[in-house]
C-alpha cells in the first residue's frame, strides 16, 4: 500500500518551546487517521508542517512519496481550525477564489461550489456574504473550500466543533463518501467518539511526542476486556479502593472502571452489590477516551518523574 | 504567478467594488478644492458695509481718507491684499468729525462698544510728521479690514505732504501708485509668466495629492494583512500560495487601485480641461492665475507614486504582520508614517526654495525622496542627474526593503498573541 503521508523524526522548537518533538507516522492511502492529544500537544503545528505553512528544523515530511511542493499540494485540502474567510465577498466568491488558488478554472470552480453548497443544504446562501452566515454554516463553506479541488488526502483540524447534531450528521456522511471514493483523511480531534467510529488508525500526541501510535483495533484490543462499565443505584465506595479498581470515571448512576491487575471481575461485582443495586454489569475494551485520559496521564507523570 | 495574478485580482476588484473607493475619488478633488476655495469664502464674511468715522482737525487729509476708502471697494491700486478678491473687500461708509476733543473720541468708542459704529480713524495733528494714526475697531481680527483702513490713511498722508510741496492731484497718484512687477519664472524649458501665490498652490496640491494618496493606500495594504491574519484566512491562503506571492499580490493589487484612482482624476481633470480651469479661475479668483507646471509632472506623479507607496506599502505589509489588533497598530504605525508628515511640515519651505541643501538630502533620503523629489520637480525641475539618482536610490533601497519585510511577513503572519519585541522581530529576519 503507497504512503500517503510521511512524517519523519520531525521536530520544530519556538525559541526554548519544542512544540514537535521527534515525531514519526506515516499514513497509508485510503486510510482515515486520527491524530489525537491534549491542547497544546503539537496538533496544529503537525499539520502546518505536512502543508508547508511552517518548515521543520529538523526530519522530513512526504507527501504521496514526494518532498513538498506547490505541485503536491495541490492535491492537498486544509480545514484549519480557525474558520477563516473575506467576510465581506460573497459564499461562491470566496469558494472560487480559494479553488483557483488550486488550479481550477472560474467555470468549474464555480460549477463544484454550487454542487457542495447544494449538498451541504447551504444552496441558498451562495449569493449571501460570509458574515451573514451563522458560525456553524461557515464552518460548512470551510469544509466546502477544502475539498471543492477533489484532493486525494484530507487534513481536517476539529472539523464538527460547532456544528449541531443534523449538521454533523451532513458532514459524517461526505467524509464516508470521501472515504469510500479512497481518499485519505487525516482529522485531528478532541471528539473521540467521532474518531472512534471514523478512524482506522490513530497516533496520539501529548508535549509534542508520540505516545501511542497504531492501528485503533490492535490497540484497543491490547487492552483487553479489563474494562467495565457499570450502572447502578447508590454508593460505591469501593471505586476508592486501589488493590481493586486502578482508574474511574464516576458519573453519579453511571461508572466505568478499569480493575487493577490481578483484581478479579466477579469479586468486585459481589462486593459492588452490597452497597448498590446494579441495573447493568458489562466487561467491555476500553473507550477510546479512558484510553486517551490514561496515557495522557501516565506520559505527564512520566514526565514529571523524569 | 498564476497565484499572484489571482491575489491581484482578487485584491483589485474587492476594492474597486466598494463605495469607499467611489466616494473617495469623487471627494478627494472636492476637498482639495475646498481647500483654497472655502478659506477665501470665509474672508468675504464680514463683506457687508463698515461705518466708519475718520477724525481730523484737517477737513482736506479726513476728505482723502474719505475717498480713498469709498474708492477701494472698486479698485485703487493693487495691493500686498491682492490675493483677495477685490469683492472681498469690504464696503466703507464714511463720515468725517473735524473737531477731535477727548468728549468727542469717548462718545465714538461708546458708540462702537454699542455697536453702532464699526471703526474710528483717529488721526493727529502731527501725524503728517510722525506719520502715526490710532484705528478704533471691534474686530481688530479683521486683517482685510484694517489693511484696507492702513492704506488708505497712508495714501492719504502722503498726498497730504505731497500737495504741500506742490505737487497736483495727479502728479502725487503716480508717485504714490503701486509698482507691478512681472514675476519670470526662468526653467531649463523656457520662461514662463507667474504669479507668486499661484506656483506656491499648484505643486502644494499635487504635494497633498502624493502624500494622501502612498499614505491611504500604503494603510489599505496594512488593514489587508491584518484582517487575513485576525480572520485566520492566511492558514487557508498559505496551504495554496507562498507568503512572497501573498504579499506582492497584496501590494501590486491595492496600488493597482491607486493608479487607477489617479488615471480617474488625471482623466477627468483633462476631460473637464482648460474650461474647468476657467470656472476654477472664475471661483478662486486670480490666485491661479499663470499657475505653472511642467508637462513632465503628468508622467513624474504615477512614478513617484509607485516608488512611494511601494516603500511604505512593504513597511505597513510588515506591521500588519506583526501586530493582532487595532490599537497595536496605531501604536507601530506611527514611527513609519513620521517620515511622509515630516515632508508636509517642510513642504512649505522646500517649495518656497527646493534647491537648498535640506531639499537635495531629503529627496534622496529613500523614506522621503518620492514626495520631496516629486515636489521639487513640479516646482523647478533639478538637474536630470538628481532626478535619476533619487530614482535609483528608491529602487536600491525598495530592493532591501521588499527583502527585510517579507522576512518580517512571512514569520509575523503565523504569530498571535503577544506583540512581538524588536529582538525577537530581528531574529524573524535571521529565519531562513
Known amino acids: 500500500m503507497p504512503l500517503t503521508l510521511e512524517l519523519d523524526s520531525v521536530t520544530k522548537t519556538y525559541d526554548e518551546f519544542v512544540a514537535v518533538d521527534n515525531l514519526s507516522f506515516n499514513i497509508a492511502e485510503g486510510e482515515v487517521f486520527g491524530l489525537l492529544g491534549p491542547n497544546g500537544a503539537g496538533k496544529t503545528s503537525s499539520i502546518r508542517m505536512m502543508i508547508g505553512i511552517i518548515v521543520p528544523d529538523s526530519g522530513a515530511v512526504r507527501v504521496f512519496g514526494e518532498p513538498l511542493s506547490r505541485k503536491v499540494l495541490d492535491r492537498v485540502g486544509y480545514l484549519p481550525e480557525e474558520r477563516g474567510f473575506y467576510k465581506k465577498m460573497k459564499v461562491i466568491e470566496n469558494l472560487v477564489f480559494f479553488a483557483q488558488l488550486k488550479g481550477l478554472s472560474v467555470s468549474e470552480a464555480t460549477r463544484r461550489a454550487h454542487q457542495w453548497l447544494e449538498r451541504l443544504e447551504l444552496g441558498r446562501w451562495a449569493s449571501s456574504k460570509i458574515e451573514e452566515l451563522s458560525k456553524g454554516m461557515q464552518q460548512k463553506v470551510q469544509f466546502v473550500a477544502a475539498v471543492i479541488h477533489d484532493p486525494d488526502f484530507l487534513i481536517l483540524d476539529e472539523p464538527f466543533s460547532g456544528l449541531d447534531p443534523a449538521s454533523s450528521l451532513v458532514l459524517k456522511d461526505a467524509l464516508l463518501d470521501l472515504k469510500m471514493q479512497g481518499k485519505t483523511i487525516l482529522f485531528s480531534t478532541h471528539r473521540m467518539d467521532t474518531v472512534e467510529r471514523l478512524c482506522d488508525s490513530i497516533c496520539l500526541v501529548n508535549q509534542g511526542r508520540s505516545v501511542l501510535l497504531g492501528v485503533l483495533n490492535e490497540i484497543k484490543a491490547s487492552y483487553g476486556r479489563s474494562s467495565i462499565q457499570l450502572e447502578y443505584e447508590g454508593e460505591l465506595p469501593l471505586l476508592k479502593d486501589p488493590e481493586l479498581v486502578a482508574s474511574s470515571n464516576d458519573f453519579g448512576n453511571y461508572v466505568e472502571l478499569r480493575l487493577t491487575p490481578g483484581a478479579d471481575a466477579q469479586r468486585f461485582l459481589q462486593l459492588a452489590m452490597r452497597t448498590a443495586t446494579i441495573r447493568r454489569f458489562e466487561m467491555v475494551e476500553p473507550s477510546l477516551e479512558e484510553i486517551f485520559i490514561d496515557t495522557v496521564h501516565s506520559t505527564k507523570s512520566v514526565i514529571s518523574h523524569a | ?367 522621503t525622496s518620492p514626495i520631496i523629489m516629486f515636489v521639487r520637480t513640479a516646482v523647478d525641475m533639478p538637474p536630470t542627474w538628481q532626478v535619476s539618482l533619487s530614482i535609483g536610490i528608491s529602487l536600491a533601497s525598495l530592493y532591501g526593503l521588499v527583502w527585510l519585510t517579507s522576512r518580517i511577513y512571512r514569520v509575523g503572519i503565523l504569530m498571535y498573541g503577544k506583540r512581538p519585541t524588536l529582538p525577537e522581530i530581528l531574529k524573524w529576519i535571521r529565519y531562513a
Open chain 2, 1 to 367: 504567478m498564476r497565484n499572484v495574478l489571482l491575489i491581484i485580482r482578487r485584491e483589485y476588484l474587492v476594492r474597486v467594488r466598494t463605495k469607499a473607493f467611489i466616494i473617495f475619488t469623487v471627494l478627494m478633488p472636492l476637498f482639495m478644492g475646498g481647500l483654497i476655495f472655502l478659506p477665501e469664502q470665509f474672508m468675504t464674511s464680514g463683506s457687508e458695509t463698515r461705518h466708519i468715522v475718520v477724525v481730523s482737525s484737517d477737513p482736506v487729509l479726513a476728505g482723502l481718507v474719505q475717498t480713498e476708502l469709498a474708492a477701494s471697494r472698486n479698485g485703487g491700486d493693487e495691493d500686498e491684499a491682492s490675493v483677495i478678491k477685490k469683492n472681498n473687500k469690504p464696503d466703507f461708509e464714511v463720515s468725517v468729525a473735524t473737531a477731535p476733543t477727548e468728549e468727542l473720541r469717548h462718545q465714538l468708542i461708546r458708540k462702537i462698544q454699542d455697536g453702532n459704529l464699526d471703526g474710528v480713524a483717529w488721526i493727529d495733528d502731527d501725524a503728517v510728521t510722525t506719520r502715526k494714526c490710532t484705528y478704533y475697531s471691534r474686530n481688530v481680527t479683521d486683517f482685510v479690514e484694517s489693511s484696507t483702513v492702513s492704506r488708505a490713511l497712508r495714501f492719504a498722508l502722503s498726498q497730504r505732504q505731497l500737495s504741500e510741496r506742490g505737487f497736483s492731484g495727479a502728479q502725487s497718484k503716480v508717485l504714490l501708485s503701486q509698482v507691478d512687477v512681472d514675476t519670470i519664472h526662468i526653467n531649463r524649458s523656457g520662461a514662463n509668466k507667474s504669479n507668486g501665490m499661484g506656483a506656491f498652490f499648484l505643486p502644494f496640491l499635487l504635494l497633498l495629492g502624493i502624500y494622501m494618496t502612498v499614505l491611504i493606500y500604503g494603510l489599505y495594504v496594512m488593514r489587508s494583512v491584518m484582517e487575513e491574519k485576525t480572520s485566520r484566512i492566511i492558514e487557508v491562503l498559505l496551504s495554496s500560495v507562498t507568503p512572497m506571492q501573498l504579499m506582492a499580490g497584496k501590494i501590486i493589487g491595492v496600488g493597482a487601485v491607486g493608479l487607477t484612482q489617479i488615471a480617474i482624476w488625471a482623466l477627468s481633470g483633462s476631460l473637464l480641461g482648460t474650461g474647468g480651469m476657467a470656472v476654477a479661475r472664475q471661483v478662486i479668483g486670480n490666485s491661479m492665475k499663470d499657475a505653472h507646471v511642467s508637462t513632465s509632472v503628468l508622467w513624474l506623479f504615477p512614478v513617484f507614486f509607485v516608488l512611494g507607496y511601494a516603500t511604505y506599502a512593504c513597511l505597513y505589509a510588515a506591521i500588519g504582520a506583526m501586530v493582532n489588533s487595532d490599537e497595536e497598530a496605531q501604536q507601530m504605525q506611527f514611527p513609519v508614517t513620521l517620515p511622509l508628515i515630516l515632508c508636509m511640515v517642510l513642504a512649505t519651505a522646500i517649495i518656497r526654495d527646493p534647491n537648498t541643501p535640506l531639499a537635495f538630502w531629503l529627496s534622496m533620503f529613500p523614506l
